[in-house]
């Protein structure tokens, strides 16, 4: 399984950035999607999580409704939305999956825990300047 981000970079607040994550390595359009971010010196926490079977998705409240997941099937790539982004969301912002997920209630209680996770991308920086 591989996953690669691409679309982090310098921005300025108040920006929008999309991130996206590309799988490959299994068979299959149904997995969970987890996105995460880790800035220096800080645990990493839970951004979103997707299921791209039902379309379901769950926001950190820290997103304060800034933040959209959603899937490309045809390029089959999860992308996380930010708008309005500040310098707090800077760090370095990584992917997760766990293929076969076909959806499930328990995808509330489980998908933003990093531990949820076995397959992860390399991360994306984000840097956001005032």
């Known amino acids: 399984v591989q996953l690669v981000e691409s679309g982090g970079g310098l921005v300025q607040a108040g920006d929008s950035v999309r991130l996206s994550c590309a799988a490959s390595g299994f068979t299959g359009d149904d997995y969970a999607v987890g996105w995460f971010r880790q800035a220096p010196g800080k645990a990493r926490q839970g951004v979103a999580s997707f299921s791209t079977s039902d379309g379901t998705s769950y926001y950190a409240d820290f997103g304060d409704g800034r933040f959209t997941a959603s899937f490309d099937s045809a390029k089959k790539s999860v992308i996380l939305e930010m708008r309005d982004v500040k310098p707090a969301d800077t760090a370095v912002y990584y992917c997760?999956?766990?293929?076969?997920?076909?959806?499930?209630?328990?995808?509330?209680?489980?998908?933003?825990?990093?531990?949820?996770?076995?397959?992860w991308g390399q991360g994306t920086q984000v840097t956001v300047s005032l």
């Open positions: 997760a999956i766990d293929p076969g997920f076909h959806g499930s209630y328990r995808f509330k209680m489980w998908g933003l825990l990093s531990g949820s996770y076995d397959y």
